[in-house]
Nanobody, 121 residues
Framework: QVQLVESGGGLVQPGGSLRLSCAAS????????MGWYRQAPGKQRELVAL???????NYGDSVKDRFTISRDNAKNTVYLQMNSLKPEDTAVYYC???????????????WGQGTQVTVSS
């Protein structure tokens, strides 16, 4: 069984910062893509940031130059540093990984349970 455990969400004032973490655990052979998505009330889930095994990154337009994604391959963990937060960043943030679980016939996408980020004064 593969589990993704997220942490770091909470309430922050506009202009503040938060750091999200997501650790993958279980019987894992290889982890390829790791990333973050978010979903605000009444909106579709959208890409926040992705990072490859080699460190290549891709960001959603609304978070470029404010958010930074990174990963620690030895710990199977992905991070999202969020700076200059705005009220419109308020959403549930979901960790996502594309990995090959031990004994599986192919790689699959896995999701975390989500962590709430609220930006409000």
């Amino acid at each position: 069984q593969v589990q993704l455990v997220e942490s770091g969400g909470g309430l922050v004032q506009p202009g503040g910062s938060l750091r999200l973490s997501c650790a993958a655990s279980g019987s894992i052979s290889s982890i390829y893509l790791m990333g973050w998505y978010r979903q605000a009330p009444g909106k579709q889930r959208e890409l926040v940031a992705l990072i490859t095994t080699g460190g290549g990154t891709n960001y959603g337009d609304s978070v470029k130059d404010r958010f930074t994604i990174s990963r620690d391959n030895a710990k199977n963990t992905v991070y999202l540093q969020m700076n200059s937060l705005k009220p419109e960043d308020t959403a549930v943030y979901y960790c996502n990984t594309y990995l090959w679980a031990a004994g599986a016939t192919h790689a699959e996408s896995y999701w975390g349970q989500g962590t709430q980020v609220t930006v409000s004064s």
